[in-house]
């Protein structure tokens, strides 16, 4: 019943810029805290962002800051990530999901919201 779907991927080249969609069916993000995940080929996932509940913090991976920005729309039930000065190292499958807790989110573990959808492709070639 509850089902996250990312969208908003695409080939684009180095320096430019997209923004992935996450929207969430079943279930609301409000009491949530969500997060941005990546998975690059013979590579675990990794976390990449996060919004708390309210969306007055954000947490970012090291390797993003100063480049993506986490954002959500509540009336919506969409969290959004903008990804401007893209590399070829992000090139990867990237997902969405939320948890309660927002330690879980930026630890890469959230698992109290749902499963995991099927993601969105970026490539970022040179």
């Known amino acids: 019943q509850v089902q996250l779907v990312e969208s908003g991927g695409g080939l684009v080249q180095a320096g430019g810029s997209l923004r992935l969609s996450c929207a969430a069916s079943?279930?609301?993000?409000?009491?949530?805290?969500v997060g941005w995940f990546r998975q690059a080929p013979g590579k675990e996932r990794e976390f990449v962002a996060a919004?708390?509940?309210?969306?007055?913090?954000?947490y970012y991976a090291d390797s993003v800051k100063g480049r993506f920005t986490i954002s959500r729309d509540d009336a919506k039930n969409t969290v959004y990530l903008q990804m401007n000065s893209l590399k070829p190292e992000d090139t990867a499958v990237y997902y969405c999901?939320?948890?309660?807790?927002?330690?879980?989110?930026?630890?890469?573990?959230?698992?109290?919201?749902?499963?995991w959808g099927q993601g969105t492709q970026v490539t970022v070639s040179s």
């Open positions: 919004i708390n509940r309210s969306g007055g913090n954000t």
């Open positions: 999901n939320a948890d309660l807790s927002v330690r879980a989110v930026v630890d890469g573990n959230p698992t109290n919201f749902g499963s």
């Open positions: 079943g279930r609301t993000f409000s009491s949530y805290a």
